[in-house]
């Protein structure tokens, strides 16, 4: 996720000239839910952008100064038909100021719901579903021409996104796609209904926007799937991620390649290997556990247990004893016990997570576990307290490691002036972890997509402080 000082430092290329010109109309989007989501934001950007549309300026967007808003929805959670349906209404509420403001909605929910929303919401100009973003801009029209609803939601996949225009959010870092969909079946999950089977891209399609988007400016890029490292199996090639991998420390300046989300059951030794190997694949990982009761990933479906997942966790570190491992952990899955839940205790202490995304369970509609007998919400609560009590001093510990040693920053964000000589300016760690910077007096301070070896001087509850004094001997020294 990012930070406020990196959404702050966010630059659409090529809109200056536009700015103070409506085009065919002012569009801004909200996105709720996960970073497939977000690069689908980008994709929904382009399309619009390639029909002439104009994004809206942080004035205008403050003042609801637009013609089109998009809500690009998430599916995950229990409460999410119930927060989409109160945005549209926040929605609304603008158009009602603003009569020929046109409201669309996409992404998870609309996937879902589909008809229902046009009728629940009949101000909605348009719905599209996860498949469909390269349609919005007809059924924009559509409306305008008839003022009714207009749906399109696709259950097959006919266009990969990524074959869409995109208007990228970051100058600096950008999301690549390598397959969309999921085949796995985990008894808590919407995705594989909302997004479908599976299916990959080309390499040579991945590695050709990979080039562009360095040729565009980018020298960080996240390869996103619900599952990359199944990368390939579809064509029976096991190593296809591997291969994307080493392919990736091939291309001149790209500096960081990192993935999300890989699947415990499906890490192996090759890819390890090439995270190992590759120099410019960053030694990140997040690792989504969700259980530490064998019979809870049971129930769960996850084709892992714990065993195995430490060893898979211990083969990483032991290739690389610097990796940043996040994780996922769902407390309260129906049918856990108290000795379930000490389970996921011991496994959190074993593997020490840099950090971890910790969930209350809650039902989704359509998913087997909704069927389950629920747990309490009281007792899920006071589990989950115990489990983020201990994770918060894990990651203290973990940061506090970082002190006194020089680590490389790339530079994503600035946070304005620490005083009247010295500014602060922020960005990530090789390894994902956030640093704030003083710059020292007198040094140059860094722009953004530049790269400042610092050494950290404090470490922060969830982040890491670097305030060098040269005289002492600290290091400050900025790359272009």
């Not at 009569?99 to 009728?119: F, S, T, W, Y």
């Not at 579809?234 to 699947?263: M, N, Q, W």
């Amino acid at each position: 996720m990012m930070t406020e000082a990196e959404r702050a430092s966010i630059a659409v290329d090529g809109t200056d000239s536009l700015l103070g010109e409506r085009g065919k109309g002012v569009f801004h989007i909200h996105t709720l839910g996960c970073q497939m989501n977000v690069h689908d934001s980008e994709r929904i950007a382009g399309v619009l952008e390639a029909d002439g549309y104009v994004p809206a300026t942080q004035e205008q967007i403050d003042s609801h100064d637009f013609d089109v808003i998009v809500l690009n929805t998430c599916a995950v959670r229990e409460n999410a038909a119930e927060r989409m349906y109160g945005t549209i209404g926040l929605f609304n509420r603008i158009k009602m100021q603003r009569p020929n403001l046109q409201i669309a909605v996409g992404g998870c929910m609309a996937q879902l719901d589909r008809e229902e929303i046009a009728k629940k919401k009949p101000w909605v100009a348009a719905v599209f579903g996860t498949k469909n973003i390269e349609d919005l801009p007809k059924l924009l029209d559509q409306n305008r021409a008839t003022d009714k609803p207009q749906v399109r939601v696709s259950d097959q996949l006919q266009e990969f996104p990524s074959q869409l225009p995109a208007a990228r959010a970051s100058r600096v870092s950008s999301w690549v796609a390598i397959s969309v969909g999921c085949n796995n079946t985990c008894t808590f999950c919407i995705v594989p209904t909302t997004r479908g089977k599976e299916k990959d891209r080309r390499p040579g399609d991945v590695l050709a926007e990979i080039r562009q988007c360095v040729a565009d400016g980018a020298k960080d890029v996240t390869l996103l799937g619900q599952n990359v490292n199944s990368y390939g199996y579809g064509i029976g090639d096991r190593y296809a991620f591997s291969k994307l991998l080493r392919a990736c420390g091939e291309i001149e300046g790209l500096e960081r390649v990192r993935f999300t989300s890989p699947h415990p059951a499906a890490f192996t030794d090759d890819v390890i290997a090439a995270m190992a190997e590759t120099p410019n694949i960053m030694h990140q990982l997040h690792f989504p556990l969700q259980s530490g009761s064998d019979r809870i990933l049971r129930a769960m479906r996850r084709s892992y247990r714990s065993a195995k997942f430490l060893d898979i966790l211990g083969r990483i570190r032991e290739a690389m004893p610097d990796a940043q491992i996040s994780t996922d952990i769902i407390v309260g899955f129906p049918g856990e016990t108290e000795e379930d839940f000490q389970a996921t205790l011991d496994v959190v202490r074993k593997a020490r997570f840099s950090t971890a995304f910790m969930f209350i369970y809650s039902p989704r509609p359509g998913t087997p576990a909704a069927q389950m007998e629920q747990i309490p919400r009281d007792v899920v609560q006071e589990r989950f307290d115990r489990l983020v009590a201990l994770q918060e001093e894990i990651t203290q510990e973990n940061l506090e490691g970082f002190v006194g040693r020089d680590v490389e920053v790339m530079i994503t964000g600035k946070l304005g002036k620490k005083d009247s000589d010295t500014h602060r300016v922020s960005g990530r760690e090789k390894t994902g972890v956030l640093v704030h910077i003083g710059v020292p007096e007198g040094q140059p301070v860094p722009e953004i997509g530049d790269f400042v070896t610092v050494t950290v001087t404090h470490a922060g509850r969830h982040n890491l402080l670097a305030d060098p004094d040269l005289a002492a001997g600290q290091t400050y020294s900025v790359r272009h």
